[in-house]
């Protein structure tokens, strides 16, 4: 889905690729088992708008004006994959974002801003404010006719301490491929 995403993007419209991360939780593993996709209310919910126009703007800079980047999940749909995940016995443990090689398809003016698999400053912002304890992050760069993904998992700051970095988390992928002895 991120790549037919990405081919999408134009230096206008960055189209975020955005979904809930379905799971379950034990002591020392956080397991997906699903991803549950939401509309972007970002243009049509007032607290969105409100939001984007009172404190992310004027903390993270004027490219977020542009009504096309950045992600706000309508609160029906959020509620709604909150119930489907708890009647399955789940719960909603992060998100998954994509973030395209900006430096190369971007506006001139944003080339600088190099991006990659790691938090941005809004995303450790939004990470420390859902609390949800895993957040992924799809980096896709083009190069030449080949696509390349980086893939790493992050837990919000704590609580008590918003300025931290996210820490990264160990990020293990199963597949359903039976192997042999």
Do not use: K
């Amino acid at each position: 889905m991120a790549v037919g995403e990405y081919r999408r993007i134009t230096s206008e419209t960055p189209l975020p690729c955005f979904a809930l991360l379905v799971g379950s939780a034990d002591q020392a593993t956080l397991t997906v088992e699903r991803v549950a996709f939401g509309r972007n209310a970002r243009t049509t919910d007032p607290a969105a708008r409100r939001e984007f126009t009172e404190s992310i703007v004027p903390l993270f800079g004027p490219a977020y004006e542009n009504e096309t980047r950045g992600w706000w999940l309508d609160s029906h749909d959020l509620l709604r994959a909150s119930r489907e995940a708890e009647a399955d016995g789940l719960e909603i443990l992060g998100s998954v974002h994509m973030h395209p090689d900006w430096h190369r398809i971007g506006p001139p003016d944003e080339r600088q801003l190099i991006l990659s698999e790691r938090p941005t400053p809004m995303d450790q912002h939004v990470f420390g404010n859902t609390g949800w304890p895993v957040n992924l992050i799809c980096y896709l760069e083009r190069r030449g006719d080949v696509m390349y993904h980086a893939l790493a998992a992050w837990a919000p700051p704590p609580p008590e301490s918003p300025h931290l970095p996210c820490t990264e988390l160990p990020l293990r992928i199963r597949t359903r491929a039976v192997v042999g002895v």
